[in-house]
């Protein structure tokens, strides 16, 4: 039997409100919380001493074998992923390899690009690294008919700059002939022939200016080529050892005559020659080039003269 705990009125089970007083009911549960404790320290002291019941064996064997099926999962997941991305690699290095061979494929047969990085190059003055592309633009149509000669013009610059004086020359005597044979007498053959001279000039090989000049098979070519002839000086003494004071002349065709004695090589800067040189006593190293309109500087005529004057003891008793 319930009693309210305000007026000690008999409820009824159930009740939520007493009948007597109108108070509301406050349902307590039956909860003992030493039982509580002791069940507690019962399961405790059964874990503890080792009895584990069957039902909690199969729980523990389930989570055993869930933990290893998840492991399996995780290092398969893992493995499986790290093999793909092993793959993706390698079919991405492989379409690399592939793209970078065909452009080069392409690359490599194909004029204009090749003629195009040989004068980027040689505008940049990389005359080595130019000439691998200027030889591969010349061999994809050097052979054709009516054939560009742009790419065999700037090699003979390039070599040129390298010093490699005949190879400049001798792409020089192609790009004439090639030229010649297709087109003939025109404006380009005579800007090939202006830039022939420029580099047997700038190659210091301005002897070969007249060879140039009597094989052109172009009368008024052969004409507009004079100017470009230049020859050595020449002296009227030969070099050696002198015991008396010297004058020395000096003639030159097409040019004016630009001296030093101190062995360095002229240029417009130096000395001009107007009048017979008179050596000084001692070691004289004489270089002399002539210098035409055109800027051509003829090879150098170098002498060497030294003047040596005894003393003569006699001349003093004379006196």
């Known amino acids: ?80 992923v790290g093999q793909l991305l092993l793959m993706f690699a390698a079919i991405l290095i492989c379409f690399g390899i592939f793209l970078h061979s065909y452009r080069s494929m392409g690359r490599e ?70 030229e010649s044979a297709v087109r003939g007498s025109n404006y380009d053959l005579r800007e090939i022939y202006d830039e022939y001279m420029e580099i047997l000039n700038d190659t210091k090989q301005t002897a070969l200016i007249d060879e140039v000049i009597e094989a052109c098979e172009y009368e008024d070519i052969r004409k507009d080529l004079l100017a470009y002839r230049v020859e050595k000086p020449a002296c009227d003494m030969a070099e050696g050892t002198y015991n008396y004071y010297v004058m020395l002349e000096l003639n030159a065709e097409y040019g004016s005559i630009y001296y030093t004695l101190d062995g360095t090589e002229p240029t417009k800067e130096s000395t001009r020659y107007e009048k017979p040189i008179e050596l000084a006593e001692g070691e004289n190293l004489l270089c002399a080039v002539a210098i035409n309109k055109k800027g051509m500087v003829s090879e150098p005529l170098v002498r060497v003269y030294r003047l040596e004057f005894k003393y003569d003891p006699n001349m003093d008793e004379e006196d």
Do not use: F
Request: charged content about 35%; some cysteine.
């Open 109 to 178: 047969n194909d004029y204009s690009y090749q003629l195009e990085k040989g004068r980027e190059l040689t505008e940049e003055e990389r005359w080595e690294e130019a000439l691998p592309y200027l030889k591969q633009a010349w061999s994809l149509q050097g052979n054709s008919e009516g054939a560009d000669l742009k790419a065999l013009r700037l090699m003979a610059r390039a070599y040129a700059a390298i010093d490699a004086k005949e190879l400049a020359v001798g792409c020089m005597e192609d790009a004439v002939r090639y």
């Open 1 to 80: 039997m319930m009693l309210c705990p305000h007026c000690k009125a008999e409820l009824e089970a159930g009740s939520i409100y007493c009948e007597s007083c109108g108070e509301e009911l406050q349902i307590v549960p039956d909860y003992d919380p030493l039982e509580e404790l002791v069940i507690g320290q019962e399961e405790e002291q059964d874990l503890t001493s080792g009895e584990i019941t069957e039902e909690q064996k199969q729980k523990k064997s389930d989570q055993e074998s869930n933990e290893i099926k998840k492991t399996a999962v995780k290092w398969w997941k893992s493995k499986l």
